[in-house]
């Protein structure tokens, strides 16, 4: 899984390459496709249940450190809730915490969480002020293996309802487990990114933009740019003045 420990010796770029494509400048062909094709994919949601459907942020919190829905809470050091303020105007979602985040309690920590504070600082964005993370798995799956089909199952209330106190502008999904469980598709990362996607909410529709996780951008550096790209589309679909849902 593109998680954040599985990082390579590669140094940490202290920022994105220099050669990236203008968030002002013409939409590019992929950028462009986003618009038809968003018009034509049916929302995707992920409900919570009853056990999540009614709980307050400080209620979710302590569920979701008490939870033993599955083995991973045998192996855990703490569950990762998330991180950043509960009226952020925008969601990342990751895959599932890795050695640093199981640690530390905070998703996306070490290499691949600079990498991610860097790409979000290059759009004007911070973390403690404009941006809620969270993972799809709220514990670490031993090893940093891969998340299990059952393990995302029973997590997924607790990431639906998590979307629903925030309700944001719109959600960046970074790696593939992400995108797979946001938009419950198991089509592979590269066809789901470069266009937007919707999941519904409550009778309205966030947009949803899919990218490579930072611990992949750190074995494939030259995907970085790629990654920009669809952090410019994330910016056009629900950045400043964007609408939030009600």
Known sequence: ADLSADTSSDRLPDRLPD???????????????????????????VSSTSRTADLSWPELREAVRGCTACGLCRGRTQTVFGIGATDSPWMVVGEAPGAEEDASGEPFVGQAGRLLDSMLGALGLSRERDVFIANVLKCRPPGNRNPAPEEVRQCQPFLARQIELLQPRGILAMGRFAAQALLRTDAAIGSLRGRVHRYALNGAELPVVVTYHPAYLLREPLEKARAWADLCLARERFGPGAPRPR
């Open 19 to 45: 050669r990236l494509p203008d968030p002002s400048s013409d939409p590019s062909t992929e950028r462009a496709a986003a618009t038809a094709q968003h018009a034509h994919d049916a929302p995707a949601t």
